[in-house]
Nanobody, 120 residues
Framework: QVQLVESGGGLVQAGESLRLSCKASGSIFGINAMAWYRQAAGKQRDLVAAITSGGSTNYADSVKGRFTISRDNAKNTVYLQMNSLKPDDTAVYYC??????????????WGQGTQVTVSS
């Protein structure tokens, strides 16, 4: 019913920037919280940043001041601007959207993941 498409990952050097996007399409009535998670090789998936429908945000301590989450409700899209990237930011990044469907049921959706690799 709902498809999420992520884009924007890649290979960069330390100190550079990337912008991730996650666009939802399908039988969407609205989207509540939107979030980005990341999972490094051999580690658990952790929350990076989240944004509510009202625009309130929260960030993992490790990315505060470097990453910015934003959303475009008209486009059903969430973004993650990542600046001053570090090798420790290397991971697969996943978006997560809490979607209110056309039939008014709620469901949590995950993106397919996009690889971010930061070289030193």
């Amino acid at each position: 019913q709902v498809q999420l498409v992520e884009s924007g990952g890649g290979l960069v050097q330390a100190g550079e920037s990337l912008r991730l996007s996650c666009k939802a399409s399908g039988s969407i009535f609205g989207i509540n919280a939107m979030a980005w998670y990341r999972q490094a090789a051999g580690k658990q998936r952790d929350l990076v940043a989240a944004i509510t429908s009202g625009g309130s945000t929260n960030y993992a301590d490790s990315v505060k001041g470097r990453f910015t989450i934003s959303r475009d409700n008209a486009k059903n899209t969430v973004y993650l601007q990542m600046n001053s990237l570090k090798p420790d930011d290397t991971a697969v990044y996943y978006c997560n959207l809490n979607v209110l469907l056309s039939d008014r049921t709620k469901y949590n959706y995950w993106g397919q993941g996009t690889q971010v690799t930061v070289s030193s």
